[in-house]
């Protein structure tokens, strides 16, 4: 199990410490580094800061968002970024939800999320092999377009890249979180990206996850932290988890309320949504159970991280890639794992 750096995306304004721990990552042998993006900062922006500032470590978006641009827009970003770098571009990508694709994006949410995802992949493989024209009749992603609203006299014209993509076979990895989305992933893409992943209730997405491919990766995110007080470490994760089970998405389509619930947390789950969306956003967070929480993450003094460390590497996990937040965190993680 190889070890990551998820920095996530930025606040009210850019994290200074967040290249430091880059580099310190790098230096420590971690494999990958992940920037990610919502309704602020974007994701290649910090990390073509990060990749002009190492020289080993790969690059990931976990994730970007499908939303943001076209699918040849995103193929541009991740081809060019993937030659200044040297071939280190991993491309994480993500649906959303309703309440952000339409809410900040101002497009429409897919009526059919796995059909758009489907599409937007194949038109990023299309334009990473630059066999030909990118070409789809898509019912989301058309090329070239022909939708009513367009020129009208179909002078579109099908196109390859100008620049030949360094790699055709750069990782496509998916943010995915429903069972068919999660199987579908398996089939399209290069690796997924859970949201949450609870090493002792891998049984929750068994039968998304048969026939895997050779050399599939399964990346999910975990807050990790060395200290004596686990109950004050899982705080983060806490808060965490209440904005991400209250806030991100509507009280009748929560796609991680959703997935909480499908972990055995049903009850709490609506409860924090409950909360949250009357605004009882600090009671919000002290609802979520600090098991769950806990079980998602690695928190506490080392010799209890290496005990739980041990279940993460017995499972299918291939990359674990941590929010830690300070060096020495990322020092004890890269020490256990060898």
């Not at 580094?33 to 790969?58: C, K, M, N, Q, Y």
């Not at 994006?105 to 009526?111: A, K």
């Not at 090493?199 to 060395?226: N, Q, W």
């Not at 789950?269 to 009357?278: C, P, S, T, W």
Request: aromatic content about 8%; charged content about 20%.
């Amino acid at each position: 199990m190889r070890l990551g750096l998820a920095l996530g995306y930025w606040g009210r304004g850019p994290n200074p410490g967040h290249l430091d721990l880059a580099t310190a990552a790098e230096n420590l042998g971690y494999h990958s580094v992940w920037t990610a993006e919502a309704w602020g900062s974007d994701a290649f922006t910090p990390l073509t800061w990060i990749a002009a500032h190492t020289s080993r470590i790969r690059l990931g978006t976990a994730i970007a968002q499908m939303a943001a641009r076209t699918p040849t827009a995103t193929a541009m970003h991740a081809l060019t970024l993937d030659h200044l770098s040297g071939g280190r571009m991993m491309l994480g990508l993500g649906l959303s939800g309703p309440q952000v694709v339409e809410g900040w994006y101002g497009r429409p949410f897919p009526s059919s999320p796995l059909t758009a995802t489907r599409e937007y992949v194949d038109v990023i493989r299309q334009v990473l092999r630059r066999e030909g024209p990118v070409a789809l009749d898509g019912r989301f992603h058309s090329h070239p377009y022909r939708g009513d609203d367009g020129s009208g006299i179909g002078i579109g014209k099908p196109l390859k890249p100008i620049t030949h993509p360094l790699r055709a076979d750069l990782p496509v990895l998916l943010g995915a979180e429903g069972p068919k989305n999660i199987a579908q992933t398996t089939r399209i893409a290069d690796g997924w990206l859970p949201l949450y992943w609870s090493p002792t209730r891998t049984d929750v997405y068994r039968a998304s996850l048969t026939d895997l491919p050779e050399g599939f990766m399964i990346a999910p995110m975990a807050r990790a932290k060395v200290c004596d007080d686990v109950a004050e470490g899982l705080l983060p994760v806490k808060a965490m988890l209440g904005f991400y089970i209250g806030g991100m998405g509507h009280a009748a389509r929560n796609f991680h309320a959703d997935l909480m619930a499908r972990m055995g947390y049903e009850e709490e789950a609506r409860r924090i949504q409950e909360l949250f969306l009357a605004g009882r956003k600090e009671e919000a967070v002290l609802a979520v159970p600090d098991a769950f929480a806990d079980e998602i993450s690695l928190i506490g003094p080392r010799e209890r991280i290496a005990e739980r460390l041990e279940l993460w590497r017995k499972g299918p996990v291939t990359d674990l890639l941590l929010t830690a937040p300070d060096p020495h965190t990322l020092r004890v993680l890269a020490e256990l794992n060898n």
